[in-house]
């Protein structure tokens, strides 16, 4: 598979490419993952909402610890997967799969305690209206958890730019700050870790005014 093709796997998985790169994916970032869900801090009573779920390496623990997880995810076959996959629980009302985008989340506000996204950033059209929705579905003191690959390493990898827009934490950082998130912080197991996981909090009533 030539890079390009392999690049727009990676956006917008379609086909049994799509699935293969997404297995690949699951393998490639399992620690990312993992950390990630860390810092969401489950507890029994959550609902979830993952953004990009693709390969769908993070649902069978969130399924297992949480009350309710939904899923939004722009590749159709990635959707139908976990569908499939998870079909007892979407049965039962406990999860819910649709196709979507962050900049236009098809969820009321209010809806989730908590939001996690990895390794999609670089996907988004637009930083600023991606994380106002994600704002806007959280609960007031609700979470949300980005991981994503810093600018500084992604360039390295050399993806078509017209597919992948690289991203430094204080980019991310910022735009959530103007987003409305407080609390704000980067975090990872190491410093030497190339990866960043940046968790924010939506303001509780009243918070915002403090700025």
């Known amino acids: 598979m030539a890079p390009r093709f392999i690049a727009r796997q990676l956006a917008h998985p379609a086909g049994l490419a799509g699935r293969f790169v997404a297995r690949l994916m699951n393998w490639h970032n399992a620690k990312l993952n993992h950390f990630a869900v860390q810092q969401l801090h489950l507890t029994t009573s959550d609902r979830i909402l993952e953004i990009g779920f693709g390969g769908g390496i993070n649902l069978p623990s969130l399924?297992?610890?949480v009350e309710y997880v939904a899923g939004v995810d722009r590749a159709e076959v990635m959707v139908a997967r976990a569908v499939a996959m998870y079909s007892d629980a979407v049965k039962s009302g406990r999860?819910?799969?649709?196709v979507g985008s962050v900049?236009?989340?098809p969820f009321s506000p209010g809806t989730f305690g908590k939001?996690?996204?990895v390794n999609t950033v670089y996907f988004w059209g637009s930083l600023s209206r991606?994380?106002?929705?994600i704002l806007r579905v959280l609960v007031p003191g609700g979470l949300v958890v980005v991981g994503f690959l810093p600018k500084q390493w992604m360039v390295r990898m050399k993806m078509p730019e017209d597919i992948f827009t690289p991203r430094t934490?204080?980019?991310?950082t910022a735009a959530m700050g103007a987003a409305g998130f407080r609390d704000i912080r980067v975090e990872r197991p190491t410093p030497e870790t190339a990866w960043n996981v940046i968790v924010g909090t939506r303001p509780r009533a009243g918070q915002e005014l403090k700025g």
């Open 63 to 65: 399924l297992a610890e």
């Open 95 to 98: 999860a819910d799969f649709r």
């Open 103 to 105: 900049e236009a989340l």
């Open 115 to 117: 939001v996690c996204t």
């Open 130 to 133: 991606g994380l106002e929705e």
């Open 169 to 172: 934490s204080e980019e991310v």
